[in-house]
């Protein structure tokens, strides 16, 4: 099976991507990846959503709710970055805006005149600073191995040592499954009401249903109307699942529901 993620080779998503597929190939957007998967070119995409220190990843989120494509696998995934230069002499680091914002306390006490560059993907950065000497990079330690010029300067430079991301793997929509424990829905209500976000977690909640995660996202019609991405822990096959987006799909009669899928959550260590 051949998965499309963010590349270049020696990203975060490269690595998630090796644990569900045999070939992997790069692009260097989320948007991309989604699409990709969307049009039938690849079997799977892998793209980041969430990190336990930054939040989500936006551009991910609003890709899932532009584009037709089934949720099938969750993975999370340890995320211990490195600082990689040529020498430490370096004037700037470059990397992608998640792994900057994940050691912004690091940086700022250690190198606090350094100027910051967010790059497509931390081997993006790491690709700069393989080429120039004033760049240093900050992405997977193993980015230095194997015949780079690049020295490992400081290694598990985020700001909590416990920083985790979370992937979610795309297929095209003929192969979402109703089986597994937890669930993605979007939901834009296309309406706006005084308790209207009550009643949207309300059956849930009466189900016993507990939700992982609610986000907004502007929905891009207009000012202050937004898409509402939710996780469930439960699965579609469940019959109060389904009673529950029954009484979703009322809220939203004027507007939509996607159900990008169920899945289990699985570990990917480093
Ligand atoms: O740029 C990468 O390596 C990615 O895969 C995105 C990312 C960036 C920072 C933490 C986790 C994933």
């Known amino acids: 099976m051949k998965a499309l993620t963010l590349g270049p080779t020696g990203t975060y998503s490269h690595r998630a991507a090796t644990a569900v597929a045999d070939e992997v190939a790069f692009t260097e957007s989320v948007t991309a990846i989604v699409e990709a998967v969307a049009g039938g070119e690849y079997d799977r995409g892998v793209v980041p959503v969430e990190n336990s220190i930054e939040g989500s990843v936006t551009e991910s989120l609003d890709a899932f709710a532009e584009h037709d494509v089934a949720v099938v696998r969750e993975l999370i995934t340890p995320i211990r970055h490195a600082l990689l230069a040529q020498s430490p002499d370096f004037e700037l680091i470059a990397s992608h805006a998640q792994a900057l914002a994940q050691c912004r306390d690091y940086l700022d006490a250690e190198y606090p005149d350094a100027d910051l560059e967010a790059v497509a993907s931390t081997a993006r950065g790491v690709g700069r600073a393989r080429e120039d000497p ?8 193993e980015n230095a191995t194997n015949g780079t010029d690049l020295a490992v300067l400081a290694k598990d430079i985020q700001d909590q040592s416990s920083n985790a991301t979370r992937f ?23 309406v706006d009401y005084p308790g209207l976000l009550l009643e949207m977690l309300e059956p849930f909640a009466e189900r016993n249903i507990n939700m992982t995660r609610v986000e907004s996202r502007p929905s891009g019609e207009r000012l202050g109307d937004y898409v509402f991405h939710i ?32 899945y289990d959550t699985e570990h990917v260590v480093e």
């Open 168 to 190: 979610l793997v795309v297929a095209p929509e003929s192969e979402r499954s109703e089986g597994g424990g937890k669930t993605s829905l979007i939901v834009y209500p296309n």
């Open 134 to 141: 004033s760049v240093a990079a900050i992405g997977h330690p």
């Open 231 to 262: 996780d469930i822990a439960a699965g579609l096959y469940e019959d109060r699942t389904q009673d529950a987006l029954d009484e979703i799909e009322t809220i939203a009669e004027d507007g939509w529901v996607r159900r990008l899928g169920s």
